[in-house]
Nanobody
Framework: QVQLVESGGGLVQAGGSLRLSCAAS????????MGWYRQAPGKQRELVAV???????NYADSVKGRFTISRDNDKNTVSLQMNSLKPEDTAVYYC???????????????WGKGTLVTVSS
């Protein structure tokens, strides 16, 4: 009853920028933390950035100073602005959210299906 849909992935040259967006919909009362994870081929999924409902953020050391996470609580969306992209940023990027469901009040963690970001050298 809750869906996360990512958009904005694609192919970009090293040094370029991309903006990822994720929209949450369905039986949502509110959302606690929202975040972005990524998984490169042959590697484990890793946290890229997280933003809490109050606006505090955390970033992976590898993206600090290059990526910026933001959210719109009214629209249940989260975005990731990615600048100065490097080939090592190539991965499938997944949206993640801790959703308080409107019909039962439970906090459930949801994932999007992912969007591919490819950075060419």
């Amino acid at each position: 009853q809750v869906q996360l849909v990512e958009s904005g992935g694609g192919l970009v040259q090293a040094g370029g920028s991309l903006r990822l967006s994720c929209a949450a919909s369905g039986s949502i009362f509110s959302i606690n933390a929202m975040g972005w994870y990524r998984q490169a081929p042959g590697k484990q999924r890793e946290l890229v950035a997280v933003i809490r409902s109050g606006g505090s953020t955390n970033y992976a050391d590898s993206v600090k100073g290059r990526f910026t996470i933001s959210r719109d609580n009214d629209k249940n969306t989260v975005s990731l602005q990615m600048n100065s992209l490097k080939p090592e940023d190539t991965a499938v990027y997944y949206c993640n959210a801790d959703v308080i469901r409107s019909f039962d009040g439970y906090v459930i963690n949801y994932w999007g299906k992912g969007t591919l970001v490819t950075v060419s050298s």
